[in-house]
């Protein structure tokens, strides 16, 4: 079974500054999906940043990037120019790719971000 | 995106009773949803995975006659939580999978007291 590990319980930055937020995954397959996810205190979960495995090209959503380092089983959340609104926490999920039927996300134990006025 | 509304926000129950969860997808069909449960400061942990005209699928540990699923249709599967014990207090959440099967889209949680 596919286990993800997210090695830091809580992380702060300054605002304006860079912070980086780490994840490891275990898993036997060679195609899968990667996802980091936000949960703001109103614990709606959204979407931040989603890798594609087959794709060597790290994913970019504006402030949002990914380092996805496919052979040590890496994805790293790296986020610029922090936020006030960026506090919240933020979990790794990996997901299977689909074949004929549907996967679940498993999800790491989360990372807890605090930005600093 | 992709809309999934989940049903009530909050609801407090009194122990023995039961307590029945929505997750509706609003724009798109969903074939199968999942149901996950978050106890507070933890990560989400899949409960069932629930399928269209079919029974649902439960991970290991979860009761199936105490949490029951219904899929009825494309776009709408529900969480019973039958006789609610102070136990199963819990953040409820479920998700979609979208019209292209890559992505999951989750409704808004449910916070359940049971006193």
């Known amino acids: 079974a596919q286990t993800v590990t997210q090695s830091q319980p809580e992380m702060s930055v300054q605002e304006a500054e860079t912070v980086t937020l780490s994840c490891t995954y275990d898993?036997?397959?060679?195609?899968?999906?990667l996802f980091w996810y936000k949960q703001p205190p109103s614990r709606q979960m959204i979407l931040v940043i989603r890798?594609?495995?087959?794709?060597?090209q790290n994913a970019t959503e504006n402030r949002f990037s990914v380092n996805f380092q496919k052979a040590a089983k890496s994805f790293s959340l790296k986020i610029s120019d922090s936020q006030l609104g960026d506090a919240a926490m933020y979990f790794c999920?990996?997901?299977?790719?689909?074949?004929?039927?549907?996967?679940?996300?498993?999800f790491g134990k989360g990372t807890k971000l605090t930005v600093n006025p | 995106g992709a809309v999934v509304s989940q049903h009530p926000s909050w609801v407090i129950c009194k122990s023995g009773t039961s307590v029945k969860i929505e997750c509706r997808s609003l724009?798109?069909?969903?074939?199968?949803m999942f149901w996950y449960r978050q106890f507070p400061k933890q990560s989400l942990m899949l409960m069932a995975t629930?399928?269209?005209?079919?029974?649902?699928?439960?991970e290991q540990g979860v009761e199936k006659d105490k949490f029951l699923i219904n899929h009825a249709s494309l776009t709408l599967s529900t969480l019973t939580v039958t006789s609610a014990h102070p136990e199963d207090s819990s953040f409820y959440i479920c998700?979609?999978?979208?019209?292209?099967?890559?992505?999951?889209?989750f409704g808004s949680g449910t916070q359940l007291s049971v006193l």
């Open positions: 999920a990996y997901r299977s790719t689909p074949q004929g039927g549907s996967e679940k996300l498993v």
């Open positions: 998700s979609a999978e979208g019209p292209t099967n890559e992505k999951l889209f």
């Open positions: 890798q594609e495995a087959y794709k060597q």
């Open positions: 629930s399928n269209e005209g079919s029974k649902a699928t439960y």
């Open positions: 898993t036997s397959e060679s195609d899968y999906y």
């Open positions: 724009d798109f069909q969903a074939t199968t």
